[in-house]
């Protein structure tokens, strides 16, 4: 009779257990790049200024600042992605704002090429090495790099078919 009582009880107790909370999405930023020594100040492969976009759908819903990001394996903090975010692209420079030479046109804003899509209910490790592609534009890097080829593809057919002179053709081309 015991084991019967006590079998009912775990059974209830089991029943009435709580239901199991929903685990948060989050996403940490992890700089894996090696340090670097340059004369220059600050200039050691730590990624200064980070800014995270985050998406839902194809829209810029929010944007996260984050403290630098040391090189060799430092970490962002966790960051709770919320329920709509789907991706994150994340950008950097490679100086901070103390730095002489912070609004030279040579630190200008990185951004990963890469949107990372977010798994629900895991911490997502986003890794920024050098092997990293990253461009100058929000936009993808590839997508830049393929809208410049096909511009200079239609001025190298132009000027083929004799609708535009060879020097403007030239200028073109160097500008892209």
């Not at 944007?63 to 990001?69: A, C, G, S």
């Not at 030279?104 to 990293?132: A, H, P």
């Amino acid at each position: 009779m015991k084991n019967m009582l006590l079998f009912v009880l775990v059974i209830f107790l089991i029943s009435c257990k709580k239901d199991k909370e929903p685990e948060l999405t989050t996403y940490q930023i992890t700089n894996n790049s090696d340090k670097l020594t340059y004369s220059t100040q600050y200039l050691d492969g730590t990624c200064w200024d980070v800014i995270v976009y985050c998406y839902s759908g194809t829209d810029v819903v929010r944007q996260d600042n984050l403290t630098e990001i040391k090189p060799e394996g430092g970490k962002s903090d966790i960051r709770d992605a919320g329920d709509n975010i789907t991706k994150i692209k994340v950008s950097f420079k490679f100086l901070p704002p103390q730095s002489p030479y912070y609004d030279l046109s040579t630190n200008k804003r990185q951004y990963v090429d890469s949107l990372f899509t977010l798994e629900k209910g895991k911490n997502n490790m986003i890794v920024i090495d050098s092997r990293t592609i990253v461009g100058t534009t929000l936009k993808s890097a590839a997508a830049h790099n393929i809208y410049q080829f096909i511009q200079q593809q239609q001025t190298a057919l132009a000027v083929n078919q004799g609708n535009l002179n060879i020097p403007v053709a030239e200028a073109l081309i160097k500008l892209n």
